[in-house]
T-cell receptor, first 111, second 113 residues
Framework: EAQVTQNPRYLITVTGKKLTVTCSQN?????MSWYRQDPGLGLRQIYY???????DKGDVPEGYKVSRKEKRNFPLILESPSPNQTSLYFC??????????FGQGTRLTVV | QKEVEQDPGPLSVPEGAIVSLNCTYS??????FMWYRQYSRKGPELLMY????GNKEDGRFTAQVDKSSKYISLFIRDSQPSDSATYLC?????????????FGKGTLLTVNP
């Protein structure tokens, strides 16, 4: 089954404690992205990658890092999380000109 | 002017009604148009994808794109309670290295039995 898998689904952490949210896709897609979804603001792109070792900033990259060492994986790293990063996070993958497929989301709370 | 505007609703209709959801956009470079359905606490699920003006039909769903007016619509026929969700329009431009979708804020739809 074609899918984008994120882990964990729910995470509560404390300010400043580094964390990683993993994302994996089994569709051999070149493009992968991270979005955050906030009430009243909708979905906003954090970072994207167009292939292995190629990443770039989206609209709201501050406080986040990513890496793309393998085509299927695109982890999101929060080196020092802060409460304003409390949000619902989605990973997405795409062939490029085609439509994007989303993971089930990670609900992060930073206290 | 925001790149993509979508009426947030909420929209409440009786079962069997025809539902019309709409978005407008400002950037004429946008070439690919998608509609996603998002249930509460779930990821967006792709419903429709099109890249040309006109209509595209899939079962009870019809996506309509009017590039001259920068206006896209999603019609749901014979709406069901299971259609109750937030509907998001998403648009991207035709080229560049960033596969970035620009989303509308979403319209919350409730279909009442």
């Amino acid at each position: 089954e074609a899918q984008v898998t994120q882990n964990p689904r729910y995470l509560i952490t404390v300010t400043g404690k580094k964390l990683t949210v993993t994302c994996s896709q089994n569709m051999n897609h070149e493009y992968m992205s991270w979005y955050r979804q906030d009430p009243g603001l909708g979905l906003r792109q954090i970072y994207y990658s167009m292939n292995v070792e190629v990443t770039d900033k989206g609209d709201v990259p501050e406080g986040y890092k990513v890496s793309r060492k393998e085509k299927r994986n695109f982890p999101l790293i929060l080196e020092s999380p802060s409460p304003n990063q409390t949000s619902l996070y989605f990973c997405a993958s795409s062939r490029g000109r085609g439509e994007a497929f989303f993971g089930q989301g990670t609900r992060l709370t930073v206290v | 002017q925001k790149e993509v505007e979508q009426d947030p609703g909420p929209l409440s209709v009786p079962e069997g009604a025809i539902v019309s959801l709409n978005c407008t956009y400002s950037n004429s470079a946008f070439q690919y148009f998608m509609w996603y359905r998002q249930y509460s606490r779930k990821g967006p699920e792709l419903l429709m994808y099109t890249y040309s003006s006109g209509n595209k039909e899939d079962g009870r769903f019809t996506a309509q794109v009017d590039k001259s007016s920068k206006y896209i619509s999603l019609f749901i026929r014979d709406s069901q309670p299971s259609d109750s969700a937030t509907y998001l329009c998403a648009i991207r431009n035709s080229g560049g290295s960033n596969y970035k979708l620009t989303f509308g804020k979403g319209t919350l739809l409730t279909v009442n039995p």
